[in-house]
């Protein structure tokens, strides 16, 4: 199979995913000069493919800069997306009218990375939780104030906190009020685009579990945009690992943490710490700068030199492997290696 049409799910599972993202690329112009002209692209996204089903949690991994957060964005068209097509429920997200979409985002929620910028710092918290009700009109007006005190205390917050503005809370406290907004219009689906990273640790495990609560209430699925390896192997139920706009490997959470095998999924597998100081691992180490996403996919740069650094560089360092970033330029299309898992053949693999 291709990343175009990958399996994203054993035959266990529905076989109707509830979101179906095909395809799916988002370039930004770069213009240059006096008269701007189009001169190349950013490929934020190139040609990315996944399923997310009912009640599931599907986690988006890879360093800072790959395009995790610009997918999410973009399948709910809060980014404008170059091509592809999403799906959800069956429907075209992508050629939903005006008056459609309006509807399609009662089930379709997204929770904001920066619980401080997040919301609106001249309104009250019950006015930022209410407002998406009001301009929905899914309750009478009257009805309003009680919804939101209720959203609040599931959340993990008092009823009274309605009365406060954003800067009187914790960061955790902060992100709790963008939950509640995000669960205010009942949706299926939340794009969770890196929802802890800038909470303490004490406080990310709490977040996590009342997510984690939410969706066993609620039946929702995520799409769970993270860096934190820990934090996806905790949370979610299949994994995808990009690396520069692509998805490079797809499995459920066992698989891929048992047995990675895209040299980039090892490589940040092998940079998360371990809480035992005793325990011996391979460590994998990336070579070279991170690549400009500008025409980073042509063919003319797919790599023709050692897939690894010379054998003297690697004796160095007895158990580390070193990976040349020009290695991981080279990713064709996924294929399955085993059922549910798919990964994209690296030169060596070839």
Known sequence: ??????IAASGSRPPQPLLQVRNLKTYFPVNRGLLKRHVGDVRAVDDVSFDV??????GLVGESGCGKSTVGRSLLRLIPATSGRVHFNGEDVFTASRQ???TLRREMQIIFQDPVGSLNPRMTVGR???EPMGVHRLHPRSEIPDRVRELLVKVGLQRDHADRYPHEFSGGQRQRIGIARALSLGPAFIVCDEPVSALDVSVQSQVLNLLNDLQDEFNLSYLFIAHNLAVVEHFCDRIAVMYLGRIVELADRDTLYRNPQHP???ALLSAAPMPDPDAQRRRIVLQGDVPSPIHLFKDSLAPTGPATLPADTTAQEPGVEYVTRQRLLHRPDLVEVSPGHFVSPSPADS
């Not at 199979?1 to 990958?6: F, G, K, R, V, Y």
Request: hydrophobic letters at 35%; a neutral charge; charged letters at 30%.
């Open 1 to 6: 199979m291709t990343a175009s049409d990958p």
């Open 100 to 102: 459609r979409m309006r």
């Open 264 to 266: 980039y999924t090892r």
């Open 53 to 58: 089903f009912e009640g599931e949690s599907l």
């Open 128 to 130: 930022i939780v209410g």
